[in-house]
């Protein structure tokens, strides 16, 4: 009977062994996705930090409701168009770093607090405070070409509490969005932005016709 002997490799060859493997593990595992959000700049000041302020006026109380999208669209991926055709594609490694509807809908909050001076008793957890303009939206589309356009239509309405006077409305964009996800992403925070813009001013209109 034989016995088969195998020496040990040396010391160096094992460590050289080692790094190679770790090196193909490394080649062969997916990139971690990149995340992007819809929010930008500072965030509003709290309800807290906001009555803490003897020179602050006094906020208006506005509650931003979950936003509706279009059930192809809420998903974790960024959603484009393929060649501008019908197909859609799903970029996998470029996602949002929430789901849309609340990335969309922390996003307007936080620039209608910021234009308005306004505290949204709805992200900030105010359940025993009664807002006094409640804001409800609706995305109809958000279709994007990568390097080319970025396009959305969102239907909105703002709520004059507790009279129930409501002014409705719809905000339309067609942009460009150059170069690759950081493009779309852009576009679509610009898009927030001016509808954010189109409901300040309705809200603003039902503002002063109380004040009559």
């Keep these: 009977m034989t ?7 040396p010391r160096h060859a094992r460590w050289l062994s080692a790094i190679a493997a770790a090196t193909l593990l490394a080649a062969c595992a997916s990139p971690e996705p990149r995340l992007y959000t819809l929010a930008a700049g500072a965030e509003p000041a709290s309800a807290a930090a906001t009555a ?43 996602r949002w770093s929430a789901p849309l509807p609340d990335e969309l809908r922390d996003a307007l909050s ?17 359940s025993d405070v009664q807002p006094l303009y409640r804001v409800t939206t609706e995305v109809i589309r958000m279709d994007a070409e990568l390097g ?3 396009a959305a239509t969102i239907n909105w309405t703002v ?4 009279d129930g006077k409501m002014v409705a409305g719809r905000t339309q964009a067609d942009l460009p969005a150059p170069g690759g996800a950081e493009g779309v992403v ?16 309705a809200m603003d209109g039902l503002r002063l016709n109380a004040a009559r």
């Design 52 to 94: 803490a302020s003897p020179t602050a006026a006094q906020p208006v109380w506005i509650e931003v409701a979950p936003v509706r999208v279009p059930e192809r669209l809420n998903r974790k991926q960024l959603v484009v168009r393929d060649g501008g055709g019908d197909a859609l594609t799903l970029l996998e490694q470029s």
């Design 148 to 150: 080319q356009r970025a």
């Design 110 to 126: 936080q620039r209608l607090q910021v234009v308005l001076g306004a505290v949204d008793v709805y992200q900030q957890g105010l």
């Design 186 to 201: 852009a576009a679509y925070r610009q898009v927030v932005n001016n509808t954010a813009a189109d409901i300040a001013a």
């Design 3 to 9: 016995h088969r002997i195998v020496s040990p490799l």
């Design 159 to 162: 709520r004059r509490l507790p």
